[in-house]
């Protein structure tokens, strides 16, 4: 079965940039550099990295990668893929660092989409004990805010109901939705037991809303705001801090060098997945779900990333 | 599947001075109060209770409950068992309130196990929308600590590896193990990901070392134990605060009026059940593992509480 | 000499709204209630009492109260005054309980002020011995945020030059300041070693902003407006979360049901009174000054309270 | 008068081992080295340095600094020591560097006493404006603990009693004391108002217990633990942590390279110097004051480092 959101590509026009942003002010671990890409982690992830910047000409979401619980799973999928008239690309070798094979998809609304079970991970099995394996020991090495786990994205889609099919016929559940008079207006969906993995809100056209990274507590999302400002990005600070009634997240969004938005939170809930989900009215949204308190939402706030328009077409060795 | 660990009893021998320390100074909810027992529920959790507390004439792990992922599976688990030649029985209606069919089986070691799919949830569903549906909104209802949700059982068993057996049987994975000369001397195994559901550690004889209930943070847990100190419990602070090695926890343990130990905890990681687990050698685990730092290990921290010995002879309407 | 400011009294419409919204939900210990009057006290105070809420007709700022090392510094004060030309009445014994003589003046601009020294303290000098004698020792009264102890007031005036030579006079010193092109815009004084004691802005009359109360760390000040929009008050949430650069509080700004806002804030910094104060352009503060990072000002935030007008003509037995 | 504690020479044995604890390890961050002394400061602090690790044979207290409010006041305290015919040195020029003249003298116990007004501050008053004046925005310098302020210090005397004389003569009070059958068995003393600037314990010999730093908050307490046993400096942590009845503090104790013991800790309390002392009998101290709740003292707690054998020796251009 998928299991979660295991990695992100961004596509960044100027990796220097990037590197100063997430690496230098917000304390991401800087993993491996190639000469197009640079590999990060935030510090209680087990894999190598979980999120690729990859310098390209123009800023768009690359794909992104969801873990799957065994190689055989990735066989099963591509058949079901098939079996929707999905087409897909099974990649023997990724082309990333330390990752095994993966499948590739565009899901219906043309979101680049990723499967892969095997993964390296940092230091464990590499030593002969427990003792010095776990991230979150090196303590030494915690910068900035500094990030703790990759979570979850929020893609816009042209049509929720739709783009839910796909979704749930791979096994996403839905945490919590908002009923709009025309079909669902948004849907949060995941693999795993918190809130989201994918969320899929109702737009124009598609695209990458944000990506989003849990941090330790309420003082290390503020603490965000105070590095940047701090950092001279004080006008890289979006939106927030505030509290979204769906999710329950404490939030704050930021904006890197290319304008790639990115979540700082801490603070939603677990809830198993086979629970039926929690629904919302748009009224209920618009008053409470939205913004459960915290400043009225800016107009950069609907500004979206485009996505990856090469996905499919890139040549694969398979 | 089985999904995670949902409800714990515990037998106490005086409901009213387990409601002073659990209720009045801990923070737990007091959800119901029946003529024997007191129902409570810690703020970020939507089943209606998590910890029972049954007035007895004894003290004593009464049993604990895992929740699976469909009615139909508790069947699979009564079919599964019995190919196992362990002793079931299917109860139709749960003795407790709120609660659906459940499945009571003795492990192996003797731990008085209950497994069950339906539980009433907290404001989830009974209302129209979203609004006002999520526990971890009620801030008024934070007090104490407050403890945030039901995590694990510290189980104390035999023979390890036998026991790790029967956990592996139904599903369970191990994130963490001591290897000593003769076998494990100790495991975490977990259905869900974060490192235990139910940890496996030797004794002369099956008892439980602990329960743990999840924090917000380390100031939290070292809020548990100035609460303690202020209402007149300083003698009920156990052990702790410290690190350990094992599930990189923050923990405290403190002991409740009849002495079940309690563990107040941050900081433990997730991380998929399928990847292969962590081990420590005993050396390893008696110089780091246990405690990562803090104070030494007092001899009161070696008692353990015993177990329900009329679990399979109660009376039950199948 | 003068040591801080010591109480404030607030007039409010309502009592019982104001209970709900002061100790209910924020979490202020009450101490006393008389026919007319609240009295409140912050956690780690050791004065009785530093919020006084009084039923009124008509909401304004009552008095502020500012602690003398010495019941001789009263009449030295008494003095001073009278050399300036100001008004004064020495009352011997105050309307409010556990406090000894005061001092009222009207300062310059019209500022109710009240000087005292004796304060009945809370349990120290009651007990035998010091065991129980710590305020901050009662972890079970802490509820709500719960507010740690009153800081300073925000005070309006229409020419800070000239109230500053008031408050120079009498003792204070100025931390920070703003320089305008006609004088000071607006300056920060005190006489403890933190930011402010009594803050002076421009405005075209007489009046208070805000006062403050210090909380323990950022996640406090966030949890006040998770408490109150859960507890309905979302639209007394008036400004913030943010960071001034003044000062370099993380503030939020809540308003009570009278409209009085209260700064709940924490991260500002202490100094040295003798050394030089830190100025700002207008310019600077109007970009950077004001708010380091965070929302934009709403309009709402320019209300003011008025002053009471009764303050120098209320009988008092002399 | 005098103001507070402001700097703390330690002879130290090897100073890189000292710049590896320190800064790298805790986030001291490192202002100036000589050939002979590594000049730290806290993130919060004006001074330009609080703490000086010179290098030496022995390791030793060095000296400690007392700020006072005027150069002239140097000259009265010059005068009233030698009324109490105490040995003075006046010393133009410090020989460290951004300091002013200073008085040395030996109190009575043989203490390495220095006063002093006048010490460089950094960024203050160098450039135009207050916009990038203060130390707390330095967030990209925030790394390790990170160590917010110099606090206290903690002598050994042979007798308590005759040294209050000494302290309360220059015009400290005290804010605790524990009384014992023949005298005072310890006093908390201060020149502002949190609980000391020297705390003062009986003991055989005159010597230095502890310095301390305050942090922001009881995860930062924490967090020197987790940094110091992931650097290796895992037997470095010397008692803790736990909460103290006298003054409130949560502490943990930390010995450097060389053994000197540093407090880390968060949580006392301000209170007017003005009020009576809060007394212990020595028994309430033994069983509740020198801790409220924690791990009981290890033997290691009463070990103490020698002080300055050659203090008013040095030679000095007057």
């Given at each position: 079965m998928i299991l979660r959101l295991g990695q992100i590509e961004l596509f960044v026009t100027d990796l220097n940039k990037s590197k100063d942003f997430y690496v230098d002010v917000l304390g991401f671990i800087e993993v491996e550099r190639t000469e197009s890409s640079l590999y990060l982690r935030a510090i209680d992830e087990f894999d190598r990295y979980s999120l690729i910047l990859t310098q390209k000409p123009k800023a768009a979401l690359g794909s992104f990668s969801l873990r799957v619980s065994s190689p055989e799973y990735l066989r099963e999928l591509e058949k079901q893929h098939q079996e929707m008239g999905i087409a897909t690309q099974y990649v023997?070798?990724?082309?990333?660092?330390g990752k095994g094979p993966v499948l590739k998809v565009a899901e219906p609304n043309g979101h680049p989409v990723e499967f892969y079970h095997a993964m390296e991970e940092i230091n464990v099995g590499n030593k002969s004990g427990g003792v010095d394996a776990l991230p979150m020991r090196y303590s030494h090495l915690h910068r900035g805010i500094p990030p703790v786990a990759i979570d979850h994205m929020n893609l816009r889609v042209t049509n929720v109901d739709k783009a839910l099919e796909y979704w749930q016929a791979i096994g996403f559940s839905i945490s919590e939705y908002v009923q709009g008079d025309e079909g669902k207006f948004a849907a949060w969906t995941r693999a795993k037991t918190s809130t989201h993995d994918v969320a899929l809100v109702q737009h124009k056209e598609t695209s990458l809303h944000h990506i989003a990274y849990i941090v330790d507590g309420i003082s290390s999302v503020v603490k965000t705001a105070d590095l940047l400002a701090d950092a001279g990005?004080?006008?890289?600070?979006?939106?927030?801090p505030g509290r979204h009634g769906v999710t329950n997240a404490f939030f704050l969004y930021v904006r890197d060098p290319d304008g790639h938005r990115i979540e700082i939170y801490s603070g939603d809930y677990k809830r198993d997945t086979d629970l039926p989900p929690i629904g919302w009215t748009k009224e209920e949204y618009d008053t409470k779900g939205r913004l459960w308190w915290g400043p009225s939402v800016p107009d950069s706030f609907f500004e979206t990333t485009p996505v990856n328009d090469e996905w499919m077409k890139e040549k694969v060795t398979k």
């Open positions: 023997e070798n990724s082309i990333h660092p990005y004080r006008a890289n600070i979006d939106y927030g």
